[in-house]
């Protein structure tokens, strides 16, 4: 059974760099069958999906968060992250790491508070 | 900023049947298939139906999914109150260098 689970603060200041990890159990981020990937939910609305990287190291990033975004992948880890950078309020969320292209299995989530 | 388009909410008494609408467009559902994602209060979505109208090992057949041009649609047969969830549809679009969009998402409550 595949797990994921996210790890990182939980509070991030404003205009600094959200930094989340995603570690893998029961599979590989070597597996070249999936793109693992980092999705968002503001409190009491919808979700968002961030984006992905392959286990090739290739990206793909939401249009909308691309120019503030980075996925790196550490296969010797068997983790994945997620760098948010000049963060603002808006950016609270709870993040999700989860497995692509049906995103059939997720963490369970982190909260990120974005706050001074 | 949601690309896929739901109803805010749907209810029904537990036995009925309960239909979720999603609506698209050519970038997307209309050239790509459809998944739905349950989110019960506190949790992480888990995903329901894949591929329109596949369900994952475990999920009861009383979900089904199906398509049609650029709309999809949930089906939820004798609701039970275990149930009362937010819903989400999804889809690949291939515009701008492809990117999973989700639906608005749905509450659905048993009365």
């Known amino acids: 059974q595949v797990q994921l689970q996210e790890s990182g603060p939980g509070l991030v200041k404003p205009s600094e760099t959200l930094s989340l990890t995603c570690t893998v159990s029961?599979?590989?981020?070597?597996?070249?069958?999936?793109?693992w990937s980092w999705i968002r939910q503001p409190p009491g609305k919808g979700l968002e999906w961030i984006g992905y990287?392959?286990?090739?190291?290739?990206?793909n990033y939401n249009p909308s968060l691309k120019s503030r975004v980075t996925i790196s992948v550490d296969t010797s880890k068997n983790q994945f992250s997620l760098k948010l950078s000049s963060v603002t309020a808006a950016d609270t969320a709870v993040y999700y790491c989860?497995?692509?292209?049906?995103?059939?299995?997720w963490g369970q989530g982190t909260l990120v508070t974005v706050s001074s | 900023q949601s690309v896929l388009t739901q109803p805010p909410s749907a209810s029904g008494t537990p036995g009925q049947r309960v239909t979720i609408s999603c609506s698209g467009s050519?970038?997307?559902?209309?050239?790509?298939?459809v998944n739905w994602y349950q989110q019960l209060p506190g949790t992480a979505p888990k995903l329901l139906i894949y591929?329109?109208?596949q369900r994952p090992s475990g999920v009861p057949d009383r979900f089904s999914g199906s398509k049609s041009g650029t709309s999809a649609s949930l089906a939820i047969s004798g609701l039970q109150s275990e149930d009362e969830a937010d819903y989400y549809c999804?889809?690949?679009?291939?515009?701008?260098?492809?990117?999973?969009?989700f639906g608005t998402g749905t509450k659905v409550t048993v009365l």
């Open positions: 990287i392959y286990y090739s190291g290739s990206t």
């Open positions: 591929s329109n109208n």
């Open positions: 999804a889809a690949w679009d291939d515009s701008l260098n492809g990117r999973y969009v």
């Open positions: 029961g599979g590989s981020v070597s597996s070249g069958s999936y793109y």
């Open positions: 989860a497995r692509g292209g049906i995103y059939d299995y």
């Open positions: 050519s970038s997307n559902i209309g050239s790509n298939t």
